[in-house]
């Protein structure tokens, strides 16, 4: 399981579409660990992993490469523009169970959903407050990343 | 249905437009009492929010779902209650007053929680990002569309 979410993150590092079996020739999303988790406490616990695993984590409608909601979009852009592009993205879209049980998670009622270390942030709202008044480039320095726009702002001086 | 299709697959514009707030605008629609809905979320936060000023938009027309629907909102609540509290924790009382919506027929919640000092500072609604046709096929909306029609 491990594995697959590692191989999940560097499929999305390369811009694929995550939930990619290792292996799978034709390249073709595949809720893979949603067959493995048949129960709801197991999308719990793993849930509880995912969030974990990586620094920066979105559950959102469709892929950063191929958004398929103009909200999980807008996250997807601000991370960008804040120069994150390392980072793991679930698409619900492709998994009722993991968008139920995101939501339950959560305990939030909508998608888009970020996680910075583990913690909850809130959805693209908050995200976009965040990005407006400075505050994500300061989370994201406590993440031990540099946003770009304070790199730009820097070279700009 | 032909213009909701075409709104979704225009080019998405940068979201360099997202950067800051804009002006305020009027939803083409203007409040209507029958839509059961948009008053039940009206009548929800201003109970549990007592809220200086409050909005609810209607932004259903921007996604892909039919005419007429109750799906997709955009609040916008002033209230003292948001005093010291962090972003999130406003979202969760606006999310807690409007649990049963958001669990039965309304499928997306935009919300703008403000102090009345923060109103006072910057009275502007933010805008949706565009609609990228997530909704269209989706059948988790089919059946919220189906409860808010029942």
Redesign the interface.
């Known amino acids: 399981m491990n594995n697959l979410i590692r191989s999940t993150a560097r499929c999305l590092r390369s811009g694929a579409a995550v939930y990619n079996v290792p292996g799978r020739a034709d390249g073709r999303v595949w809720s893979a660990p949603a067959r493995f988790l048949c129960a709801a406490a197991d999308i719990q616990k793993d849930l509880g992993e995912m969030v974990k695993k990586d620094k920066v984590v979105v559950f959102m ?2 892929t950063p490469a191929q ?8 996250v997807v ?2 991370l ?2 804040h120069g994150v592009d390392d980072y793991a993205a679930y698409n619900v ?1 492709e998994d ?1 169970d993991l ?1 139920q049980g995101v939501k339950d998670f959560s ?4 998608i888009p959903q970020v996680y910075f270390n583990g913690e ?7 995200l ?5 008044n400075g505050d994500l480039v300061d989370e994201l320095k406590k993440l031990g990343i540099s946003s770009a726009l304070l790199d730009a702002e820097k070279e700009s001086k | 249905m032909l213009p909701s299709v075409l709104r979704c697959t225009r080019p ?1 514009p ?3 437009a ?4 804009l002006a305020h605008f009027r939803t083409h629609m203007d409040p209507d009492p029958s839509r059961p809905v948009e008053k039940a979320i009206r009548t929800k936060l201003t109970s549990s929010l007592k809220p200086d000023h409050l909005e609810v938009h209607n932004e259903s027309h921007m996604h892909a779902v039919p005419p007429g629907s109750e799906s997709h909102f955009r609040v916008l609540v002033v209230s003292s209650r948001f005093d010291g509290l962090p ?2 924790q406003r ?2 009382l606006v ?1 807690e007053a409007l ?1 049963e919506e ?2 039965s027929c309304v499928h ?5 929680a403000k102090t009345p000092e923060q109103w006072g500072r910057n009275p502007s609604l ?1 805008k ?8 269209r096929g ?1 059948h ?1 909306v089919e059946e919220k569309l189906r409860t808010g029609r029942e």
């Open positions: 409608k469709g958004p398929m909601c103009g909200f999980s979009n807008a852009q601000i960008r523009m879209l009722q968008r305990n939030w009622p909508t909850f942030v809130g959805g693209c709202d908050i976009l407050q965040m990005h407006q | 998405i940068t979201c360099l997202l950067a800051r707030p972003l999130i979202h969760r999310n649990k958001l669990s997306a919640l935009a919300i703008q933010a949706s990002p565009p609609c990228m046709g997530g909704s989706d988790t």
